[in-house]
């Protein structure tokens, strides 16, 4: 067995831990309870950085666990806690005359077991979409928030099922609505503020808990539906806050064009309906399209219904009888839905199969173009 010298045994005091390179292989090195340890320091799931991890005593010995998505290995053995089946590879180490050595080629191999929690979210990782020529499925998400157990009257939720019995009755549409307060989803944990990388599809919190109410967002929104009409009220002059958990939970869909140049929302139509008792609506909608229209949706002209009766309208007893009774909310949510159907049709018509998103890509980045110009400069 061959050994490689790899740092100074100062440089790794008790209670630390280092990545060193051993050729083109990146190690974690572990100095914890007077023993060195070594095993390669590309996690087994999405390669984060274990030498970056958190070292802790639990289950039977000390692990680390990855700071991208929470995977553990014990930094004696290299194998995954107890009940589970990884083993990432495992290096042997020498300390002769104050130097570090890590042997050659690893003396345990790595192994990725099958995790059979993953095969929950095979539709999504292979996206298996259910839309077909001659569908239309047509989502409603509601970001009202309120007390299930105090249930009150919502503007915005009226108006989106108004807009969902439209559509089925006039388009013979299949309709579905989900309510995000109802869906017990985390917040985005911002991974891809560690790496691009770090922020997968699936959803890095989904393959942690596949029981994640988001999951039902992602197979509604993205496999299902043709159409998504989007509700909120308004809140301090901008969209409620579960829009914004949610939206925040899409970032791994636009992290696909970013990092893959895929995008996963295709000839998907939106439409908004936004009230309030104060005025804001369009600078909400302004808002609500940017991002929807950079994940790949479209909007029809004409494309949001908005209810306000302005700044001094606090009588809110009042603005709800007025909503209930309102021609305009009847007339414009129809509108709303024939404008935003017709145009999925016409889509289905006319794929965007050539569209493009000028998005930045990680390619394009300083330090993607950096190494470009180092490789234009060396072939010179």
Not at 56 to 68: F, I, N, Q, S
Not at 82 to 103: C, M, R, T, W
Not at 290 to 300: K, M, Q, R, S, Y
Request: hydrophobic residues 40%; aromatic residues 10%.
């Amino acid at each position: 067995m061959n050994y490689i010298e790899v740092l100074p045994l100062d440089k790794l005091p008790e209670g630390s831990q280092k990545v060193v390179a051993l050729g083109v292989v990146k190690i974690a090195l572990f100095h914890f309870n007077g023993e060195i340890t070594a095993m390669a320091n590309a996690c087994l799931h999405k390669a984060g950085p274990l030498a970056l991890g958190l070292v802790e005593k639990k289950y039977d010995g000390l692990y680390v666990t990855c700071p991208w998505h929470g995977w553990e290995y014990n930094i004696k053995t290299g194998s995954a806690p107890p009940g589970y089946h990884d083993q990432q590879a495992l290096y042997e180490v020498k300390v002769e005359n104050g130097k570090i050595f890590v042997s050659e080629k690893p003396i345990v191999k790595a192994k990725h077991a099958e995790h059979p929690e993953k095969k929950l979210l095979e539709d999504l990782e292979k996206l298996k979409y259910q839309t077909t020529p001659g569908s239309c499925n047509v989502l409603g998400i509601s970001s009202t928030n309120m007390n299930g157990a105090i249930p009150r009257y919502s503007t915005s939720e009226a108006a989106l099922e108004k807009a969902l019995e439209y559509a089925k009755s006039k388009y013979g549409a299949a309709t579905k609505m989900i309510k995000l307060r109802d869906l017990e989803f985390r917040h985005c944990e911002g991974y891809y503020s560690q790496h691009q990388n770090a922020c997968t599809w699936p959803c890095s919190i989904s393959e942690m808990n596949p029981d994640d109410g988001m999951n039902e967002v992602y197979r509604a929104m993205i496999l299902w539906a043709d159409v998504v009409l989007f509700a909120t009220p308004i809140r301090w002059g901008t969209a409620s806050s579960l829009y914004f958990k949610m939206v925040e939970r899409l970032n791994c869909v636009q992290n696909q064009i970013t990092i893959k140049d895929r995008i996963l929302i295709k000839d998907k139509v939106a439409s908004l309906i936004i009230t309030g008792g104060q005025d804001n609506i369009q600078a909400v909608a302004a808002q609500m399209m940017v991002f929807l229209t950079d994940i790949g949706f479209t909007f029809p002209p004409f494309s949001f219904v908005g209810w306000s009766r302005g700044w001094s309208a606090e009588d809110m007893d009042r603005n709800i009888q007025l909503f209930a009774k309102s021609t305009y909310i009847d007339r414009s949510v129809k509108e709303l839905v024939d404008n935003t159907v017709r145009l999925s049709g016409l889509l289905k018509q006319h794929p965007s199969n050539t569209f493009n998103a000028p998005l930045p890509k990680i390619s394009e980045s300083p330090s993607g173009m950096e190494e470009e110009i180092k490789k234009s400069n060396s072939s010179v």
